[in-house]
C-alpha cells in the first residue's frame, strides 16, 4: 500500500457545465455556420492539394434521381441562360464553319441529274440534261460497298480469341446467327437506311450511323 503525500497542492478543478440556454445558443451557432457553407467545399493543403469536402445528399438536388432527367428543369435560371446562349453560339459557329461544305455537297446532288430542271437561260426550253457519269458513279460505288458490307448472309463475322475448341467455335456460329438474325430479319430498318447511307457516302466523303436503344420498340 503505497502512502499518500498529503503535502501535494489539491489537484481536483472544478468543472463548468454549460447551461441550457448556452447549449442551445451554440447549437444555433453551428447550424448557422453550416447553412452558410456551401455543398461542396475545397480546403488548400500545405503540400498544394486540396480536400473537396462536400455532403452528398446537400449536393443531389431532390426528386432527381435519374441519369436521364431534364437539367433545364433541375438548374437554376441564373445557370440556364448562360449556357442556352454558349449553345446557340457554338450552333451558329459550327453552322458557319460547315457552310462551304454544305454549298458544294448541294450543287453534287444538283449534278446527279435525277431532278428534272426547266431552264429560261439561254432561251426558254432550253436542255437541262446532266451527264450521268457523277450518278454513275455514286451508283456503283454504292453497289460494290453494298455487296461487300451487306451480304446476303449477313454482316457479322466472329472470331474466336485465344484456343479454339469445338465448344467456342459453337458458341461463335450461334452468336454470329443471333446477331445476323436480329439485323437481317428483326430490325426490318437496318438494311434499308444502310443502302441509302452507301449512297451519300461517296457525296458526302463520310457518313455516321448511330445505333441506340428504341424505348417504344424495347430494341436496338
Same mark, same amino acid.
Given at each position: 500500500?503505497?502512502?499518500?503525500?498529503?503535502?501535494?497542492?489539491?489537484?481536483?478543478?472544478?468543472?463548468?457545465?454549460?447551461?441550457?440556454?448556452?447549449?442551445?445558443? /451554440?447549437?444555433?451557432?453551428?447550424?448557422?455556420?453550416?447553412?452558410?457553407?456551401?455543398?461542396?467545399?475545397?480546403?488548400?493543403?500545405?503540400?498544394?492539394?486540396?480536400?473537396?469536402?462536400?455532403?452528398?445528399?446537400?449536393?443531389?438536388?431532390?426528386?432527381?434521381?435519374?441519369?436521364?432527367?431534364? %437539367?433545364?428543369?433541375?438548374?437554376?435560371?441564373?445557370?440556364?441562360?448562360?449556357?442556352?446562349?454558349?449553345?446557340?453560339?457554338?450552333?451558329?459557329?459550327?453552322?458557319?464553319?460547315?457552310?462551304?461544305?454544305?454549298?458544294?455537297?448541294?450543287?453534287?446532288?444538283?449534278? %446527279?441529274?435525277?431532278?428534272?430542271?426547266?431552264?429560261? /437561260?439561254?432561251?426558254?426550253?432550253?436542255?437541262?440534261?446532266?451527264?450521268?457519269?457523277?450518278?454513275?458513279?455514286?451508283?456503283?460505288?454504292?453497289?460494290?460497298?453494298?455487296?461487300?458490307? %451487306?451480304?446476303?448472309?449477313?454482316?457479322?463475322?466472329?472470331?474466336?480469341?485465344?484456343?479454339?475448341?469445338?465448344?467456342?467455335?459453337?458458341?461463335?456460329?450461334?452468336?454470329?446467327?443471333?446477331?445476323?438474325?436480329?439485323?437481317?430479319?428483326?430490325?426490318?430498318?437496318?438494311?434499308?437506311?444502310?443502302?441509302?447511307?452507301?449512297?451519300?457516302?461517296?457525296?458526302?466523303?463520310?457518313?455516321?450511323?448511330?445505333?441506340?436503344?428504341?424505348?417504344?420498340?424495347?430494341?436496338?
Amino acid at each position: 500500500m503505497a502512502d499518500i503525500d498529503k503535502g501535494l497542492p489539491n489537484t481536483r478543478t472544478k468543472i463548468d457545465i454549460p447551461s441550457d440556454e448556452e447549449m442551445q445558443e /451554440e447549437v444555433s451557432v453551428q447550424e448557422i455556420e453550416e447553412s452558410q457553407k456551401g455543398p461542396v467545399e475545397v480546403l488548400p493543403e500545405e503540400d498544394g492539394g486540396a480536400t473537396i469536402d462536400f455532403d452528398p445528399s446537400a449536393v443531389n438536388v431532390s426528386g432527381t434521381q435519374n441519369h436521364f432527367d431534364n %437539367l433545364a428543369d433541375i438548374l437554376p435560371e441564373e445557370n440556364i441562360e448562360p449556357i442556352g446562349n454558349e449553345m446557340v453560339q457554338n450552333y451558329m459557329d459550327y453552322k458557319s464553319s460547315r457552310k462551304e461544305w454544305e454549298s458544294a455537297y448541294t450543287t453534287g446532288l444538283d449534278l %446527279l441529274g435525277f431532278k428534272y430542271e426547266n431552264r429560261t /437561260e439561254p432561251f426558254q426550253g432550253a436542255s437541262g440534261a446532266t451527264h450521268p457519269v457523277l450518278a454513275e458513279a455514286v451508283t456503283q460505288f454504292q453497289a460494290q460497298a453494298y455487296k461487300e458490307l %451487306l451480304p446476303a448472309d449477313g454482316p457479322v463475322r466472329t472470331q474466336v480469341i485465344g484456343v479454339k475448341n469445338p465448344q467456342t467455335e459453337m458458341q461463335a456460329t450461334r452468336v454470329k446467327d443471333y446477331m445476323n438474325y436480329l439485323i437481317m430479319d428483326t430490325m426490318k430498318e437496318y438494311e434499308s437506311e444502310f443502302d441509302s447511307m452507301l449512297f451519300h457516302l461517296p457525296l458526302a466523303g463520310s457518313t455516321f450511323k448511330k445505333v441506340y436503344y428504341d424505348v417504344p420498340l424495347g430494341r436496338l
